[in-house]
């Protein structure tokens, strides 16, 4: 097996503080500059698997730094560089405690609360008469927040959130149009490379000055679902499964091996044939969304790669 990067502890110069995310590393800096390592762990079902996906880090940073190149134009993001195949740097912001995920079909959470019966998520109506997988009318935002206790997303109504003052009904506006603008600019690109963007999430923050801005991943496979277009009808009318491009084969094979997060479960065994699978994937993945050939980083020592790139960065 390739060698991979699942847990990092660098000392920067004007280094302030850490943060561990289930995926992603935070290092805080001086000048609110923050520092953000795209590790190669893989999370499915809120839990982080035990062996880390050769290049999975990679390809998540750079298919969101490209997604951020082709958006800046309409919502503003905190990127300011990419000095490592795994490392963004950026703006410092303060996040806003609230994801906005935006859905153009009936699919993943949508379609099990449709099935239990619900037409009503997050304050917003579904449509009587649909099956899994139906395009909506028009794209519904349906916000999650961050449960009290752990790491599970909760859905919440856009009521709600202006109810218990999560965020300022100005600025949830600001976020509202902003998230309907990338999901519109998304189905765009992703039409162009014969994809649906089915359903996906997004992240703002404010900067020490108070402009909102686009922080974290966009357009990844692991915050957004895409289908292939080409057959989508077909399928639908056949009542077909859809031709999938995300992680869902990921949670798809956990839960044919009993795994769905819950308690008392055992994270089945991955085996190294089965890893090297799940990375030619992830390569598949960012041939298909972006367009273009994956080139692989160095993987030798990435460790001494990122900080050797940093630095050089950092003294520039």
């Not at 410092?92 to 239990?116: D, N, Q, T, W």
């Not at 752990?150 to 965020?167: A, C, F, P």
Request: aromatic share 8%; hydrophobic share 35%; net charge negative.
């Amino acid at each position: 097996m390739g060698n991979t990067i699942t847990d990092t502890n660098f000392n920067f110069p004007s280094q302030k503080s850490i943060y561990k995310g289930k995926v992603r590393e935070v290092y805080t800096l001086a000048d609110n500059l923050l520092l953000m390592v795209a590790t190669d762990r893989l999370s499915a079902f809120d839990v982080v698997m035990p062996k880390g996906i050769p290049y999975k880090g990679q390809i998540l940073n750079q298919i969101a730094t490209k997604m951020m190149a082709a958006t800046e134009d309409i919502v503003p993001n905190w990127l300011l560089a990419t000095p490592d195949p795994n490392v963004a740097v950026g703006h410092a912001c303060e996040p806003f405690k609230v994801e906005m995920v935006i859905r153009g079909y009936l699919s993943g959470h949508a379609a099990r609360e449709y099935k239990a019966g619900k037409r009503i998520l997050c304050g917003v109506a579904m449509p009587d008469n649909m099956k899994e997988n139906d395009k909506f009318p028009q794209p519904i935002i349906t916000p999650a927040t961050k449960a009290e206790m752990g790491d599970h997303d909760e859905d919440i109504s856009r009521e709600d959130i202006l109810k218990r003052n999560i965020v300022s009904e100005d600025d949830y506006s600001i976020l509202e149009k902003y998230t309907k603008a990338l999901f519109q600019r998304g189905t765009e690109i992703a039409a162009s490379r014969g994809l649906i963007l089915v359903d996906t999430k997004y992240e703002f923050g404010k900067t020490s000055d108070g402009k909102i801005v686009l922080i974290d991943e966009i357009h990844t496979p692991d915050s957004s679902r895409y289908f292939y277009a080409e057959g989508y009808q077909e399928r639908q009318d056949n009542n077909e499964a859809q031709k999938q491009l995300s992680k869902e084969f990921v949670r798809q094979w956990l839960i044919k091996n009993d795994f769905q997060g819950l308690e008392g479960q055992k994270v089945p065994e991955m085996s190294d044939e089965y890893i090297e699978t799940v990375s030619e994937r992830y390569i598949e993945l960012y041939e298909n969304i972006t367009g273009e050939t994956f080139v692989k980083a160095d993987i030798s020592n990435i460790q001494n790669r990122i900080e050797q790139n940093v630095l050089k960065y950092l003294n520039d």
